[in-house]
């Protein structure tokens, strides 16, 4: 499956911002979809992921109470709403999916990353 992440910006911090991550294929509703996120020199930091059917998501403790994941499986499209930005959340998002769903699973497709700014 073919993914498109798309949404990024600047926005001052305490800020809102929506990522939408866009499938390409039918199958996309078969797989379970992530948010991960890297900032220069650092490893990648997983962020939320949210079940093929939408109806379980997790997220990282950094971030629990301020994103929230969704998606439409009619559209093809996972959404990483994000609210009370800080500056730590700057970061290249990137969204990836699995057919596998849990912990440290593989993540076999990668969308592009968008860049998100939090302005202090």
């Known amino acids: 499956v073919q993914l498109q992440a798309s949404g990024g910006g600047l926005v001052q911090a305490g800020g809102s911002l929506r990522l939408s991550c866009t499938g390409t294929?039918?199958?996309?509703?078969?797989?379970?979809v992530a948010w991960f996120r890297q900032t220069p020199g650092k490893e990648r930091e997983f962020v939320a992921r949210?079940?093929?059917?939408?109806?379980?998501?997790y997220y990282a403790h950094s971030v629990r109470g301020r994103f929230t994941i969704s998606r439409n499986n009619a559209e093809k499209t996972v959404t990483l709403h994000m609210k009370s930005l800080r500056p730590e959340d700057t970061a290249v998002y990137y969204c990836?999916?699995?057919?596998?769903?849990?912990?440290?699973?593989?993540?076999?497709?990668w969308g592009q990353g968008t860049q998100v700014t939090v302005s202090s």
């Open positions: 990836a999916a699995s057919r596998n769903w849990g912990y440290n699973v593989l993540y076999n497709y």
């Open positions: 294929e039918q199958t996309f509703s078969n797989y379970h």
């Open positions: 949210i079940s093929s059917s939408g109806a379980t998501d």
